[in-house]
T-cell receptor, first 113, second 112 residues
């Protein structure tokens, strides 16, 4: 049981380049989330999804897009990377219902130069 | 608006001591309160969680104390060990909200 798998684990981008981060979960969870973690800022929600084919904006959605074409996958896209997007990105998933915590992936460390 | 306030930002404890991290919330609709532990280079992992119908939950050396009237909850780590050195996040969730609201985290260092 792999849980939540994020790829890639590390990536260096040049300003203006695009990329997609992939999150895959094998727990049949309904809800999936993308967070970024920066020093002193805690975990900030970028986008989330409450089911296949649905997405919604979180706290810091600007500069990112997401898609959830399959229940088990949640993709985070950066169309034109900026140095301000240098961060560690975490994907998480959760069963449906309010009384469950998240299962997090191990993160993607992204550097934009 | 920060709905979950966590303190302290950092904490240094001697081996064998008690570590205490506090969180306060504003939204009375919250009814699920987990704590996450994160080691460097890893994702946060669920440590322990509580619902407001109990005032305390204990799992091994980790205890959550919950005060519904004060809208506060805390994590106590008894007999703290160097292996407990990590960042700890409190969180809250409830009602129709699909999302956890996180505190900003506490960096715990346990000295040998």
């Amino acid at each position: 049981n792999a849980g939540v798998t994020q790829t890639p684990k590390f990536r260096v981008l040049k300003t203006g380049q695009s990329m997609t981060l992939l999150c895959a979960q094998d727990m049949n969870h309904e809800y999936m989330y993308w967070y970024r973690q920066d020093p002193g800022m805690g975990l900030r929600l970028i986008h989330y999804s409450v089911g296949e084919g649905t997405t919604a904006k979180g706290e810091v959605p600007d500069g990112y897009n997401v898609s959830r074409l399959k229940k088990q996958n949640f993709l985070l896209g950066l169309e034109s990377a900026a140095p301000s997007q240098t961060s560690v990105y975490f994907c998480a998933s959760s069963p449906q219902g309010a009384n469950y915590g998240y299962t997090f992936g191990s993160g993607t460390r992204l550097t934009v130069v | 608006q920060q709905q979950v306030k966590q303190s302290p930002q950092s904490l240094i404890v001697q081996k064998g001591g008690i570590s205490i991290i506090n969180c306060a919330y504003e939204n009375t609709a919250f009814d699920y309160f987990p704590w996450y532990q994160q080691f460097p280079g890893k994702g946060p992992a669920l440590l322990i969680a509580i619902r407001p119908d109990v005032s305390e939950k204990k799992e091994g050396r980790f205890t959550i104390s919950f005060n519904k009237s004060a809208k506060q909850f805390s994590l106590h780590i008894m007999d703290s060990q160097p292996g407990d050195s990590a960042t700890y996040f409190c969180a809250a969730r409830g009602g129709s909200n699909y999302k956890l609201t996180f505190g900003k985290g506490t960096l715990l260092t346990v000295n040998p």
